[in-house]
């Protein structure tokens, strides 16, 4: 970055009170450079057993966008983002105090190309599946549906959307191999594979106030398969997800969305001692959403539904949610938000919280 760049971004950074979604820190010669970021702090009480309510630091980030004209139709890009990680999480089984203050971690770093044919991107950053879900809750959609894999380092991705078909494809090597030796998975007898590889697609189509699309992602060697003695049997642990989504909004001042997903796991048979056998078992998880909200004036109110139907499970698990939010300004909002589900042993959560962007 060119001397003159930085020397602009701290007194455009303090200027922002009043910014767009992003801050144009330079436009000259054919360079544009941009900056974006978020704070969120929520107060957060999760659904589950006796779950405890705290203030949480939910999110924090910090991101820079570069592009530079090559020629009329072709820009090289580059993005650097950080993400601020509160030292507390919250889990079905209650809180995680952490060991710091929390961690800033680089979670996006990749440079492509751009054009009219679309955008192809090469680094870190995140899948196609951190997008998927329809769900219009912040917290409590208690089966919220995602695939496994969300973000990786060793993604090429390539987007085109030309506002009424859109697509996407990702493809994610982590062949240089890594392994999972928490305790949990020592203790079910699975750890990451090596060579694990990560296919994506998507496809969309946005017709009158319809928006429609699929999502699919393909990870082979998810995991590892080991025996009572912890001999690797197997490291080749499949899955497959995919989740249709579509959204109407052909009601003034409605949204109304749906979607139906599944999740199906290619592992091994287990016996009653624990050891692991080398037949395939598919195990298939369903989802389904729906929700709607109403926009009146700055506020926004919005409920959900949504189910999960595991195999192996006695029965199916659903849950609910309702939130309102109230917009201070285009880039500042309150929020509050009650959830439940008729799990087993499981108590309703709230949160209220509120994010600033600039």
Known sequence: MKKTILAM?????????????????????????????????????????????????????????????????????????????????????????????GNVENDSLYVGLKGDWGQFTVG?????????GITKDYELSKNLFTGTETHAQQVGKYVYDNGTFYGAATYTDKSDGFEDDSAE????????????????????????????????????????????????????????????????????NVGIAASIGRISTDTFDEDNNGNISSSVVDQETDYMSIAADYTMGKTTFAVGYDNKDEDGESSDVNGYYANVTYALHSNAKVYAEVGDSDGENEDFGYVAGMEVKF
Not at 36 to 57: C, H, M, P, T
């Open 185 to 252: 998975a020592v203790k079910d007898g699975y750890g990451a594979g090596d060579d694990t590889r990560i296919y994506e697609a998507r496809l969309g189509y946005r017709v009158a106030d319809v928006d429609a699309r699929v999502y699919y992602q393909r990870v082979d060697n998810i995991g590892r398969n080991n025996d009572s003695a912890g001999n690797v049997i197997s490291d080749e642990v499949n899955q497959d997800a995919y989740n249709f989504e579509i959204e109407y909004t052909g009601i003034e």
């Open 9 to 101: 971004a701290v007194p455009a950074l303090l200027a922002a009170g009043s910014a767009s979604a992003s801050i144009n820190l330079y436009d000259a010669e054919g360079v544009k450079v941009d900056a974006s970021g978020a704070a969120e702090v929520q107060y957060f009480q999760n659904i589950g057993n006796n779950q405890d309510a705290k203030w949480r630091l939910d999110d924090g980030d910090f991101e820079v966008n570069t592009e530079v004209a090559i020629s009329d139709k072709l820009s090289a890009i580059g993005n650097i983002g950080f993400e601020f990680e509160s030292k507390e999480s919250v889990t079905d089984a209650g809180w995680d105090e952490g060991s710091s203050n």
């Open 124 to 132: 870190r950053q995140l899948l196609l599946m951190d997008d998927a």
